[in-house]
């Protein structure tokens, strides 16, 4: 039986999820280890390279951005304790997380694959032009803003694995994805909260659709997220088109007037580039 009510689908996901035939997706282990290590405050770059050492890919692409024109210092690092201590716990942390969400965008069934890599392509983008507009406030994080680009979507995940399992759903293409840009904010939320994010974090995937949104005075990666977005849809010809962009708070609390093209600022393309170049 097809479910096209919302209602309806949101219920079937979280009774899916109740009897853990729907597992929600989780961090690999490396990154829950590494985020709890670091969180402690007391592991050694050591200690943290230990624990990423137990993942050889993983390895070897910290290495890599540490030697990225991102956070590339003077000299070529190639051994992990010291690429973690030029890096710094917290910036390891995050980072890590941001390494390894593209596991998860890896389909079991080729039904969605197609959908899995128009999403990470998508959420790439919004990550590289997030991480450049928080260089305009002093107190984002621009780590911090790469990953909420990277999660703004995850919603979408058990919708689609859901979905592959109901017969004849994805062929109703029209109606199921109105279905999927409509349900995946709060199947977004349900991830985050379950993944334990940190407060300034958590809001992205539920509320990065809310252009009325002023939460205060001060942009927060909510705001990074929705300006980087719209900038990704600003030339299609979907529903965003008509909107007032001149009443979404995001864009003054960054500073940006909102028929700005982002990637024209100085200096903003070449850090999208250097940033996409990361995560693919």
Request: net charge negative; aromatic share 6%; hydrophobic share 45%.
């Amino acid at each position: 039986m097809i479910a096209v009510d919302e209602n309806e689908f949101l219920a079937q996901i979280k009774s899916e999820v109740d009897a853990n035939r729907l597992v929600l997706p989780t961090l690999p282990d490396v990154a829950i280890r590494v985020r709890q290590a670091a969180e402690k405050g007391e592991a050694s770059a050591s200690q943290l390279a230990d624990i990423v050492a137990t993942d050889t890919a993983l390895s070897a692409r910290l290495i890599q951005v540490v030697n990225s024109p991102l956070y590339r210092g003077t000299n070529e690092i190639d051994k992990l304790p010291v690429a973690i201590a030029r890096l710094g716990n917290n910036t390891v942390r995050t980072l890590i997380t941001s390494l390894v969400m593209q596991q998860m965008f890896k389909p079991d069934s080729p039904v969605l694959e197609e959908y899995f890599r128009r999403i990470w392509e998508h959420s790439v983008t919004v990550s590289a032009i997030s991480r450049a507009l928080s260089s305009r406030c002093n107190h984002l994080n621009a780590d911090q803003s790469m990953l909420a680009g990277l999660i703004h979507q995850i919603g979408k995940l058990p919708i689609l694995m859901l979905a592959s399992r109901t017969d004849g759903m994805l062929d109703q293409k029209e109606s199921f994805d109105a279905l999927l840009e409509n349900l995946h904010p709060r199947i977004g939320k349900m991830i985050v909260d379950a993944w334990n994010f940190p407060d300034s974090l958590r809001p992205v995937p539920f509320e990065y659709l809310n252009f009325n949104r002023n939460s205060s005075d001060q942009a927060d990666y909510v705001d990074v997220v929705q300006v980087a977005y719209l900038e990704t849809v600003s030339e299609s010809n979907d529903a965003m088109d008509a909107k007032q962009w001149d009443s979404i708070p995001a864009f003054s609390k960054l500073g940006l007037a909102e028929d700005i093209e982002v990637l024209e600022i100085d200096g903003v393309s070449e850090q999208v580039a250097e940033a996409h170049a990361l995560l693919t």
